[in-house]
C-alpha cells in the first residue's frame, strides 16, 4: 500500500505538461517550455501550410513539426528532445560492414 501511495504522490506533484507541450513532444520529440510552446505551435501551423502549398500537397502535422526544428527553429541542446530508448536502431542493409555478405 505505501508503494502505491508513494507512487500517486509523485504523479500527483510532477508538473503537468500542457496540451501544447504535450503535442510537440508527440509530433516532433521536443520538450519544450509551456510559453515557448504555446509561441512554437502557431509557427508549427504556419509551416505545414507553407511546406503543403510549395510541395502542393498536405504534409502532415508530423513533417511539419519535425522540419521546423531541423531547419527553421534555433538549435537546441540534445537533451531537449526526446529519446525513444524502447525502439531499437533500425538495421538497414546499407549499414552492414562491407566484409559481411548480405
Known amino acids: 500500500m505505501v508503494f502505491l501511495l508513494k507512487l500517486l504522490f509523485e504523479k500527483v506533484t510532477q508538473p503537468q505538461l500542457t496540451d501544447a507541450q504535450r503535442t510537440l513532444n508527440a ?22 501550410w ?4 510549395y510541395l502542393g500537397r498536405d504534409v502532415g ?6 522540419d521546423y526544428f531541423e531547419n527553421i527553429a534555433a538549435r537546441r541542446p ?20 562491407l ?3 548480405l
Open 27 to 48: 509530433l516532433a520529440g521536443v520538450n519544450l517550455s509551456p510559453v515557448e510552446a504555446r509561441e512554437t505551435l502557431p509557427r508549427v501551423r504556419d509551416h505545414k
Open 50 to 53: 507553407y511546406l503543403s502549398e
Open 61 to 66: 502535422w508530423h513533417v511539419a513539426a519535425v
Open 99 to 101: 566484409s559481411r555478405s
Open 78 to 97: 540534445p537533451e531537449s528532445f526526446r529519446v525513444n530508448r524502447e525502439t531499437p536502431t533500425p538495421r538497414l542493409p546499407m549499414m552492414r560492414p
